[in-house]
């Protein structure tokens, strides 16, 4: 067993132990060298970004083929295809399963962009085909399949990044360095508000919906493990908002959050975490909240977590770290590289002073890049390069990526103790222990 399973297996709890992977999971390592054969599984929006995504880091890692595309219904594998060869220059190879595509002994690595309910499924069946993933976030949204997909990883020699592309952004680890460097003091708070105005992921003019036949697809092999009903197109593309399958504002968009929250306090998982919300805006059929907040508590780190999101308006986004001797703001939303540093000038209580700097009123440094002095946007696109760069280099050294699967594991959990909060109504922790979410304080 290798020094960092040993050291996973001691904070995580034991692997699954003689999981069947086949011969070919250690035929293919990518060398330094090597031109990789990427892949897809999935071919909606999302996957769009994803080729997006490699189309730019082209200009830092040219050595790549998107060689194939895999997706169950027939237009959208065939749509992605002509999408990839404008792209790429080349057709790839379609695939109506994702066994087929993985099948293919020359692909090294894989891009899933599918629903939120087949992430984790999906991420254990490509590295158990011996291939690298980019595993869109949430990487799970059940407790199950998020141990299913950590223990296969932690079980192969296989490269993963999530899709939580912030973590790749160098402003974000700026903060990060901010935070660690104790410019801050002691951490207290962070707080999370990102918010938009109108009814998010409800398309009632959406084509697809009305395009799409059952005979066309594989609706069982969709619902891959979910309560079997009627094939319903709307459900097909609009699952963020039924709770069977996705928490809707959760699994999307607290999934960042709390792996920026992860990130900048370099522990993973609240101890405890409470919920509330409701569809306030938007009464469209939806049975995922519009306005959404949840406060978490990280217990060894003795910090207060706050995260809120509605689509009911879209003012004030915002984060905020907290520290005794100075605050780190951000004005954007959903990771926003914009950030300020503001300094406490003075603690105290009436007599009673910790500190004074005697320098009137705080100003707002602006956090910028070394050897830059511009301030960047308060938003950025979502298809970062910064994060494609960094699985292509990872792939390349078999080093760490910067989305790993501990970070993929943490914010799922994070995820699914706050949806279960909401839909039980009842404060939900974290067993560390027994990584167990319990309805009550983990006994002693």
């Known amino acids: 067993m290798s020094n960092e399973l040993s050291r996973r297996v001691f904070i ?22 090597d031109r990789i054969q990427v892949g897809a599984i999935g071919c909606g929006n999302r996957a769009q970004g994803h080729r997006r995504m490699l189309k730019k880091s082209m200009s830092t890692d040219p050595k790549f083929d998107f060689r194939s595309v895999c997706d169950l219904w027939t237009v959208n594998r065939e749509r992605a295809a002509a999408d990839a060869e404008k792209l790429f220059s080349v057709r790839p190879k379609t695939y109506k399963y994702s066994e087929q595509l993985l099948a293919d002994k020359e692909l090294d690595a894989v891009m899933i962009g599918t629903g939120d309910h087949q992430h984790a499924r999906l991420l254990d069946e ?26 296969a990883v932690w079980s192969s020699k296989q490269v993963v990044q999530m899709g939580s592309q912030w973590l790749s952004d160098p402003y974000q680890h700026r903060v990060r360095e901010i935070v660690r460097n104790g410019t801050l003091g002691k951490v207290v708070a962070i707080d999370q508000s990102w918010n938009f105005n109108g009814p998010r992921w409800r398309l009632p003019n959406n084509p697809d919906i009305a395009a ?25 593309f609009e699952f ?38 409701g569809i306030f805006a938007w009464h469209d059929g939806r049975e995922n909240p519009d306005t959404f907040q949840c406060i978490s508590t990280f217990a060894e780190k003795q910090v207060l977590y706050s995260y809120g999101t509605t689509f009911g308006g879209a003012y004030g986004d915002h984060t905020i770290i907290r520290g005794t001797r100075a605050t780190l703001y951000s004005p954007g939303g959903e990771g926003s590289p914009q950030w300020f540093l503001v300094p406490e000038t003075k603690s105290g209580w009436g007599s009673n002073i910790i500190f004074d700097l005697k320098t009137g009123k705080a100003k707002a440094e602006p956090v910028t890049l070394a050897g830059s002095a511009a301030l960047p946007p308060i938003d950025q696109d979502d298809d970062l390069q910064y994060h494609t760069d960094d699985w292509f280099h990872c792939m390349r050294t078999r080093q760490t990526t910067n989305g790993n699967i501990d970070t993929g594991f943490a914010h799922s959990v994070a995820v699914i103790m706050a949806t279960r909060s909401l839909r ?10 027994n990584e167990e979410i319990l309805d009550h304080p983990a006994s002693a």
């Not at 980019?134 to 950590?150: G, Y």
């Open 12 to 33: 995580g709890g034991a692997v699954s132990a003689a999981l069947p992977f086949t011969a070919r999971s250690y035929e293919r390592i990518v060398g330094a060298n």
């Open 126 to 151: 490509v590295v158990r085909a011996g291939k690298d993933c980019f595993c869109e976030k949430p990487m799970a949204n059940t407790l199950a399949d998020a141990k299913l997909a950590r223990n």
């Open 212 to 236: 799409i036949r059952e005979q066309d697809t594989d609706w069982n092999r969709w619902l891959m493990g979910r309560a079997q009903r009627p094939f319903d197109p709307r459900l097909y």
């Open 240 to 277: 963020r908002i039924y709770k069977d399958f996705s928490g809707g504002i959760t699994d999307q968009w607290y999934s960042h959050g709390s792996g920026l929250a992860h990130f900048y306090l370099d522990t993973f998982i609240p101890d405890d975490t409470v919920s509330s919300g």
């Open 424 to 433: 039980e109504g009842k404060k939900m922790f974290w067993d560390r222990k």
